[in-house]
Nanobody, 125 residues
Framework: QVQLVESGGGLVQAGASLRLSCTYSARTFSDYPVGWFRQAPGKEREFVAA????????YYANGVQDRFTISRDNAKNTVYLQMNSLKREDTAVYYCAARQSRSTGLGAISSYDYWGQGTQVTVSS
């Protein structure tokens, strides 16, 4: 059974950093693009960042590209999201997702096939 498990969330003050991890169970996920998404209370889930299968190409949403960095270590079956200079508006449940297709459009939520359960990130002022 395919599983994605997020970890690393928590409660931090504004300006702090967190690193989220997404570990996937299937070896074949090393061939898959992976994305991070987030959902704040009362809001729709939104794209945060994505990385292609090789790790050579990364994509970011406006507003996070100067503060967040996505990376992957396929030997460890893990994708990371390093979040620096956190703001209150970054508070949300963060989800990682993987998809089989290597085509473009990594920001499209509907294009992802597998999702984790999410990890809570809370940023206080």
């Amino acid at each position: 059974q395919v599983q994605l498990v997020e970890s690393g969330g928590g409660l931090v003050q504004a300006g702090a950093s967190l690193r989220l991890s997404c570990t996937y169970s299937a070896r074949t996920f090393s061939d898959y693009p992976v994305g991070w998404f987030r959902q704040a209370p009362g809001k729709e889930r939104e794209f945060v960042a994505a990385i292609n299968w090789s790790g050579l190409n990364t994509y970011y949403a406006n507003g996070v590209q100067d503060r967040f960095t996505i990376s992957r270590d396929n030997a460890k079956n893990t994708v990371y999201l390093q979040m620096n200079s956190l703001k209150r508006e970054d508070t949300a449940v963060y989800y990682c997702a993987a998809r089989q297709s290597r085509s473009t459009g990594l920001g499209a939520i509907s294009s992802y096939d597998y999702w984790g359960q999410g990890t809570q990130v809370t940023v206080s002022s």
